[in-house]
Nanobody, 123 residues
Framework: VQLQASGGGLVQAGGSLRLSCAASGRTFRTYLTGWFRQVPGKEREFVAS????????YYADSVKGRFTISRDNAKNTVSLEMNGLKPEDTAVYYCAAASRTTFPTTRSNYDDWGQGTQVTVSS
């Protein structure tokens, strides 16, 4: 599966951004899509994920209530709506796909990764 992330940018604290992840290729093998983020010197961390068949969603505690993940099955896209952004949300955001629905918050569960998109939140 090939993943293409877009939508990053620079925003002031309290602002909003919407990230999109378009999937192509063998998408029928994708059962779970997630967003992770990484800052220099730190490990890539889980942000949110969604199961394609049920729409069940998972969120990191740090983004609950502010971020919303959604999917468009017809377009094979997953979006991450980010509201109330904080400077600590600044990171490179990656979308990822998994052929398994177990461990939806675990980075090692994901098989395919898109290129990152930079999100910068100024204070």
């Amino acid at each position: 599966v090939q993943l293409q992330a877009s939508g990053g940018g620079l925003v002031q604290a309290g602002g909003s951004l919407r990230l999109s992840c378009a999937a192509s290729g063998r998408t029928f093998r994708t059962y779970l899509t997630g967003w992770f983020r990484q800052v220099p010197g730190k490990e890539r961390e889980f942000v949110a994920s969604i199961k394609w068949n049920t729409g069940k969603t998972y969120y990191a505690d740090s983004v609950k209530g502010r971020f919303t993940i959604s999917r468009d099955n017809a377009k094979n896209t997953v979006s991450l709506e980010m509201n109330g952004l904080k400077p600590e949300d600044t990171a490179v955001y990656y979308c990822a796909a998994a052929s398994r629905t177990t461990f939806p918050t675990t980075r090692s569960n994901y098989d395919d990764w898109g290129q990152g998109t930079q999100v910068t939140v100024s204070s």
